[in-house]
C-alpha cells in the first residue's frame, strides 16, 4: 500500500534509492503502477505482461475523462441495477432495459426466465476485486468495466482477468480513492459497490435527477426477501453498514434519486 501511495502522489520519486530493481521488478506482474514506472524510467525489460499493466495504469486519466463525459452525456437516463432480491416479480426488467444507460453488478446474469424482472442489457459491468466470473458470464462483452473498492490499482495483486478484458478492447476504471474515503466517513464502514457507483455518478452530474435504481432492497422495510435475486442462498456481506447505506439511499430519493422496484 505504502509504495502504491509513493507512486501515486510522487511519480518522480526515485524508488529505486529504497529498495533494489529485483525486488520491485518482483512485482511487476502484480502492480500496474510499478509496472509502469519501470517502464517510465527505462528499467522494464521485455515483458508482455508488464507492457500491458503499464499501458492499463497509464489509460486511467484519459479513461476517467472519457467516464466522466459518457456519464453527462446519458444522465438523464441512467439505470444502476442491483442483485437484491426485490426485483423479484416486480416485472421492472423492460423499464430498466429501456434507459440509456444500464450498470450492473458482479454475477448479474439470471435464468432467461427472470429477463422480465431484471432486464438484459448492460453497459457498464461493476465487479468486486475477487469476483470471478460463472461460466454463462464469461463470454459477455461489456465496454467499460469498473472494479469497485479503494482505488485497488494500487493493492489488487492478480491482475489476469483485467488484463484479458483490457488486451480485448475493455476499458477498465477503478474508483477514486477520495470517493471511497468520503463515504467511509458517512457510513462509519466501507461503502458497497452500488453506494460507490451512485456516488461517482452523482459527484459528476451534481445531480440526482435522471437517475434511477433498482435492486438496492432500500424499501424492504421488515420484510424477510430473497437477499440475491438469483440465489437463494447468498448472504449479505457484514463489513458493511447496511442500515446507514438505507437512509443514504432514502435521504439520496428526497433528492430526486427514483426507485424502479419500490414496494
Not at 502492480?31 to 499501458?55: C, F, M, T, V
Not at 432495459?97 to 458482479?106: E, G, S, Y
Not at 493493492?155 to 476504471?173: A, I, N, P, Q
Not at 422495510?221 to 463489513?239: F, I, L, N, V
Request: aromatic residues 10%; neutral net charge; glycine residues 6%.
Amino acid at each position: 500500500m505504502a509504495l502504491g501511495f509513493i507512486l501515486e502522489y510522487k511519480p518522480d520519486f526515485d524508488l529505486l534509492s529504497i529498495t533494489d530493481e529485483a525486488q520491485l521488478r518482483s512485482y511487476t506482474d502484480k502492480s500496474p503502477p510499478i509496472a509502469s514506472y519501470l517502464q517510465r524510467i527505462g528499467k522494464a525489460k521485455s515483458s508482455d505482461n508488464l507492457q500491458s499493466l503499464s499501458d492499463f495504469f497509464q489509460q486511467q486519466k484519459k479513461w476517467r475523462d472519457e467516464f466522466k463525459r459518457l456519464i453527462k452525456e446519458s444522465s438523464n437516463s441512467i439505470c444502476i441495477v442491483g442483485n437484491a432480491g426485490s426485483l423479484l416479480n416486480k416485472s421492472v426488467g423492460e423499464l430498466i432495459d429501456k434507459h440509456a444507460m444500464v450498470i450492473r453488478f458482479n454475477n448479474y446474469c439470471s435464468d432467461e426466465s427472470l429477463q422480465k424482472q431484471c432486464g438484459k442489457n448492460i453497459d457498464l459491468w461493476v465487479k468486486s476485486p475477487d469476483f470471478h466470473e460463472p461460466e454463462k458470464l464469461l463470454g459477455v462483452d461489456v465496454g467499460w468495466t469498473i472494479i469497485s473498492g479503494p482505488d485497488i490499482c494500487y493493492t489488487m495483486s492478480d491482475w489476469s482477468r483485467v488484463k484479458l478484458t483490457f488486451e480485448k478492447g475493455g476499458k477498465v476504471l477503478t474508483p477514486p480513492l477520495e470517493l471511497w474515503q468520503d463515504l467511509v466517513r458517512i457510513l462509519k464502514a466501507p461503502p458497497s459497490a452500488g453506494l460507490l457507483i451512485i456516488m461517482w455518478i452523482t459527484q459528476i452530474t451534481g445531480k440526482l435527477d435522471g437517475l434511477s435504481v433498482a435492486g438496492f432492497q432500500s424499501f424492504s422495510g421488515d420484510k424477510q426477501e430473497q437477499y440475491h435475486h438469483s440465489s437463494s442462498t447468498h448472504k449479505a456481506g457484514t463489513r458493511h453498514n447496511w442500515q446507514e447505506e438505507k437512509k443514504l439511499l432514502r435521504a439520496w430519493q428526497k433528492d430526486g434519486l427514483s426507485f424502479l422496484d419500490k414496494s
